[in-house]
Structure formats: structure tokens, C-alpha cells
């Protein structure tokens, strides 16, 4: 069992960065993959980002474009989304996952957090 609870959302202005951090309970979560999906307002969850257990392998959705970096410390179970030069079509609810074994797709992840709202001002 992972229980995760992601932090760090809040409002910044276009431009700008912020850094999520997704803490996590559970020794499992080490050996699993994370990920970061995001929902804005009346539209799906979205994937963002993805990272393996060990951080050899890590994904990006298309319109992240170099922006964010996903990252982990394993150590201290925790996991990151750097995110810089935010739009503001990049307002959401920014959500962390877990699971063994898990890609793009939100229905493959079994752990979730509440989530963080991040809003992109003008």
C-alpha cells in the first residue's frame, strides 16, 4: 500500500516556475514507477510526466517541450516536478501516481494523491 500527498501548487505568474513535490508512505513505493498527471477545469486528466523506479527511464508528454523535469529521491520518498517558463494554459490540478508498473495512461496507476492546483496568472 502507497499513500501519497503531493504539495507546492499555488499561483505564479506566466513565466515563472514552481516545484511539486509528491511525498510518499510505503516502502513499495522506491521500486515503483511515479508520474505526474494534471487536470484543468472541464477537460481529462492528462500525463505529464513519468519516472521508473531507479530513474533510468523517464517520459514527457509533448507539450511539456523541456519545461519540467520529473525527478525522485528514493531515499527520502519523494518525488518532483520541476516546472519553469509556466503558461497559463499549464492551470490545473497537478496529481502524483504510483504503481509497479504503469505508462501514459491514468487508469493503470493504483495509487493516487489528492492533488495541487497550480494556477498560472497573466
Known amino acids: 500500500q502507497v499513500q501519497l500527498v503531493e504539495s507546492g501548487g499555488g499561483v505564479v505568474q506566466a513565466g515563472g516556475s514552481r516545484r511539486l513535490s509528491c511525498a510518499a508512505s510505503?516502502?513499495?513505493?522506491?521500486?515503483?514507477?511515479m508520474a505526474w498527471f494534471r487536470q484543468a477545469p472541464g477537460k481529462e486528466r492528462e500525463f505529464v510526466a513519468r519516472?521508473?523506479?531507479?530513474?533510468?527511464?523517464?517520459d514527457y508528454a509533448d507539450f511539456v517541450q523541456g519545461r519540467f523535469t520529473i525527478s525522485r529521491d528514493n531515499a527520502k520518498n519523494t518525488g518532483y516536478l520541476q516546472m519553469n517558463t509556466l503558461k497559463i494554459e499549464d492551470t490545473a490540478v497537478y496529481y502524483c501516481a504510483s504503481s509497479p508498473h504503469a505508462g501514459y495512461v491514468a487508469g493503470h496507476y493504483d495509487y493516487w494523491g489528492e492533488g495541487t492546483q497550480v494556477t498560472v496568472s497573466s
Open positions: 510505503g516502502r513499495s513505493f522506491s521500486t515503483y514507477v
Open positions: 519516472i521508473s523506479w531507479n530513474g533510468n527511464i523517464i
